[in-house]
């Protein structure tokens, strides 16, 4: 872990070289999800062992992270209580709305989230996003849902900390580290990471969502050739934004973001809730888990919420 960001390669560089753009073909819109194979999601049913399910998505309300700045809580509105209606037989019914930007909680950014330079991932153009959505790599391309084998490594425990402080840079050695610590478990192809930095404690602490999104402790740069180098399929953390904020580079804004999505074509889950899960992990000392996460399959949508499970 370090507090003092130090000079990175210029992302475009260091995104040239971990590109997948053709991997999968020259019209894939999944990206690294396609390195879940059927052998892969077999082996990680495998995993459910003692039948205990852990829900990682926050709740979808008006207590929710979000300032009201760039994006809002949730608002949820009753339609029908079933007062004051006169059906046949007693009947009654109620029903209700909700009004959401789709990354205001637990999400996955699709691919078409983020680009640079008029490309986005796999070399598409970025006018295929327009007002009337992705017409490329929108979010329900990944329909089928991400689910597979999930690691969770828990990087502020690793620092004896309840959270990490904002700005925290987290290295390829604390990924290391991380795994070395907690059994030597291993982060390989197709895998799903989940790190922890403690940013949803910070919050369940504090219920200040000003804090929360002025900065936060998350992947360094180097971390995406880590990533690129184990052929991870999806990334999930307890932070708003996957990455350090501030950033390595004052200069650039979200440059891991943009390596990942745009270059790597890595599905990011964010704002996820790791806190249950950490605790039971620590206790039995297993940290790899089923993780099934999909996502609402919303036509030409850059994202989705979702309410992802790691079942053990």
Not at 31 to 56: E, M
Request: with cysteine; aromatic share 8%.
């Amino acid at each position: 872990m370090t507090g003092q960001h130090t000079r990175v390669e210029d992302f475009r560089a260091t995104g040239e070289r971990l590109r997948n753009w053709g991997r999968w073909g020259a019209e894939d819109e999944r990206g690294t999800a396609n390195l879940i194979t059927p052998q892969a999601l077999v082996a990680a049913a495998g995993l459910v062992r003692k039948g205990a399910v852990f829900d990682l998505g926050i709740p979808f309300d008006r207590d929710g992270p979000q300032p009201g700045t760039h994006r809002i809580n949730p608002i949820h509105l009753m339609s029908e209580t079933g007062d004051q209606q006169l059906f046949p037989g007693g009947f009654r019914y109620a029903d209700d709305y909700i009004f959401m930007p789709l990354q205001c909680a637990s999400q996955w950014d699709s691919l078409a989230h983020v680009y640079y330079d008029d490309q986005m991932y796999n070399g598409f153009p970025a006018r295929d996003v327009s007002v009337k959505g992705a017409a490329r790599c929108a979010i329900d391309k990944q329909a089928k849902g991400i689910a597979g084998r999930g690691v969770l490594l828990d990087v502020a425990a690793l620092h004896g900390v309840d959270w990490l402080p904002a700005g925290t840079v987290i290295t390829p050695d604390d990924l290391d580290e991380a795994a070395r610590r907690q059994g030597g478990v291993g982060v390989g192809p197709g895998d799903i990471l989940l790190f922890r930095t403690g940013w949803r404690r910070k919050f369940l602490t504090e219920r200040d969502p000003a804090a929360f999104m002025a900065g936060e402790p998350g992947l360094g740069q180097d971390c995406c050739a880590w990533l690129r180098e184990r052929d991870v399929a999806a990334v999930c953390s307890d932070n708003w934004a996957i990455e350090v904020l501030p950033g390595e580079n004052p200069d650039v804004f979200l440059n891991v973001h943009m390596i990942l999505l745009r270059d790597m074509g890595v599905p990011l889950g964010e704002m996820l809730d790791f806190e249950e899960l950490a605790a039971d992990c620590a206790h039995d000392g297993v940290w790899d888990f089923l993780f099934v996460a999909p996502p609402l399959k919303i036509s030409r949508a850059v994202a989705s919420p979702i309410n992802p499970l790691a079942i053990k």
